[in-house]
């Protein structure tokens, strides 16, 4: 318990106000005085492990696998609020995967000034994957949503392009049953702090 994963990002927080931090890069972090025997909840500190040995001097990667220099990014959000975990991710993802823009050019067609393929109702569910199917776009679009929140939530799942078929797939897409649409739109409930993916059609524009 003395080195923890430090995953996305660390949320440190009282009951009206708090701090977000995002993480890159770092994988480990030590909670207070925490030991090998005991986890400290107790102080309000943490400390990153950038690069370094934490397993046995002869498992994981020894010596850093000779690299040298390591560079490792973090961004800081002080908040007037509780802890909200979607918010954080959120905050954690804007900073992790930065907009990244580039000239397009067409012959015909605009999508104005604002353009989503889906859009989720829930703001406690963040799309945490959208993408051509593994095995080809032919075969659907890979919807993968996450419930941010510690209780079951709601969410309708809207498309540009009505949603025509849909089906609940596990993580590695395989499929699992029929999904029942509402006038091409999907509607489900996702579990307390769940992954749920999906494998959805649309009808594209020729």
């Known amino acids: ?34 030991t090998v025997e005991k986890l400290d909840y107790t102080i309000p500190q943490i400390k990153v492990l950038a690069g370094g040995q934490i397993d046995a001097p002869k498992l994981g990667i020894i010596n850093q696998d000779g690299d040298s220099y390591f560079e490792n990014f973090f961004a800081i959000k002080p908040q007037n609020e509780p802890f909200d975990a979607s918010l954080s991710m959120k905050f954690s993802l804007e900073h992790q995967n930065p907009l990244v ?28 994957a959208l993408k051509p199917a593994e095995d080809g776009i032919s075969n659907g679009i890979i919807l993968r949503l996450w419930n941010m929140a510690g209780k ?3 969410c309708l799942v809207n498309s540009t392009y009505p949603i025509i078929k849909g089906k609940n797939t596990s993580l590695i897409e395989t499929d699992v049953s ?29």
């Open 1 to 34: 318990l003395d080195w923890i994963a430090l995953n996305h990002f660390v949320h440190m927080s009282d009951d009206k106000s708090g701090m977000i931090i995002s993480n890159r890069d770092a994988y480990f972090m030590k909670s207070g005085n925490s």
């Open 101 to 128: 823009s580039g000239e397009i050019s067409g012959t015909s067609g605009t999508y104005g000034t604002q353009f989503s393929l889906l859009t989720v109702s829930n703001p406690n569910i963040i799309a945490w």
């Open 178 to 206: 029929d999904i029942e649409l509402i006038a091409g739109k999907l509607q489900t409930i996702i579990g307390h702090n769940k992954l749920q993916t999906f494998r959805l059609y649309l009808n594209q524009p020729k």
């Open 152 to 154: 079951d939530n709601e």
